[in-house]
């Protein structure tokens, strides 16, 4: 899997490497000095907990697609909304809306930060 070498590839990323079903292929995508927020006001930080978040989500078997609603970048960082959803076949799974800090590492490459899944969803404060 390929880092994104833009910050508004990085949502297309994330749903092609969690397509993929591998936990270290996701876990690439992230820079897990940050932040994911899995579920609303489950805040998890530092490699272990990193882990633990993205194995429950790969948990949710079906395809994931993200749109990006938009992505803002200066400089090395950039933020990112997303709508995003997993499905089975008819069956939607999981369905959110996203907000992402997005971080250009030393390589040009670029990583996510801070995820938080749920953020920009009207009816959940986390």
């Not at 530092?46 to 993200?66: D, H, P, W």
């Not at 996203?98 to 986390?126: C, N, S, T, V, Y």
Request: charged content about 25%; overall charge negative.
């Amino acid at each position: 899997m390929n880092l994104p070498k833009r910050a508004e590839d990085a949502h297309s990323a994330l749903a092609a490497a969690f397509n993929t079903g591998d936990l270290a292929t996701v876990l690439s995508l992230y820079d897990t000095s940050g932040v994911i927020v899995p579920e609303p006001g489950k805040p998890a930080s530092g490699r272990q907990e990193f882990e633990e978040a993205v194995k429950a989500i790969l948990a949710i078997k079906g395809r994931m697609e993200i749109k990006t609603v938009y992505c803002l970048q200066t400089g090395n960082l950039a933020v990112g909304r997303s709508e995003w959803n997993i499905t089975d076949g008819d069956e939607v799974k999981v369905k959110a809306k996203g907000i992402e800090l997005m971080k250009q590492g030393e390589d040009g490459l670029w990583r996510i930060l801070i995820d938080h899944a749920f953020g920009a969803e009207a009816d959940l404060i986390a």
